[in-house]
């Protein structure tokens, strides 16, 4: 088991840089800190732009996808967020359009939540396309804290460990959290 405190005394790696642009004020969308990150703290260079789709995301899962797609792009492997945060009213009507589909709350819970439950609605979550994309992320997304979490969404992914460390066991589903 990992023990948070210990991992974060001493960050290395990606950790250290997501660390490092979080202490030193980084924005998404804006021009790099000027600030340096404290002594033995490598950061390798980041974007001055976030990925597409990282809008309205939580500012260390928005850092850690840009950097996985960064790195994946370069691999030549075509990944972006096919939806990442959504609005209570958004998440709403996809529970709605679910509980048609599905026919009972129990088994649209497999395949969307309602928006008080939906970690997408608090922009902890990203939904990876194409396939290939998200094949990759789950092959190396640990590298940056990037976990599939349902077994049966290929494309759900969320910051869900400490970067370079493994990812926790998946659920069936969302129903089951």
Sequence with gaps: MINPARALSRPTGVTAAILAA?????????APATAAPAA?????PLTEVAAAGTEGLD??????????????HAQGVPMS????????????????????????PEETRRW?????????????AVDIAPREGAAWMEANGN????????????????LAT????GCPARVPDAAHR
């Design 22 to 30: 979080a202490a030193t004020g980084l924005v998404l969308g804006a």
């Design 40 to 44: 033995g703290f490598p950061v390798p």
């Design 59 to 72: 500012p260390l899962l928005a850092l850690a996808y840009t950097m996985a797609e960064q790195e994946a």
């Design 81 to 104: 967020i096919n939806s990442g945060y959504r609005t209570p009213e958004e998440q709403r009507a996809m529970w709605e359009d679910g509980l048609r589909t599905y026919g009972t």
């Design 112 to 124: 969307v939540l309602p928006p008080e439950e939906s970690t997408h609605v608090t922009g902890r």
């Design 143 to 158: 590298r940056w804290g990037l976990c599939r979490t349902f077994d049966n969404e290929w494309w759900h992914f969320e």
């Design 162 to 165: 400490l970067p370079g460390t």
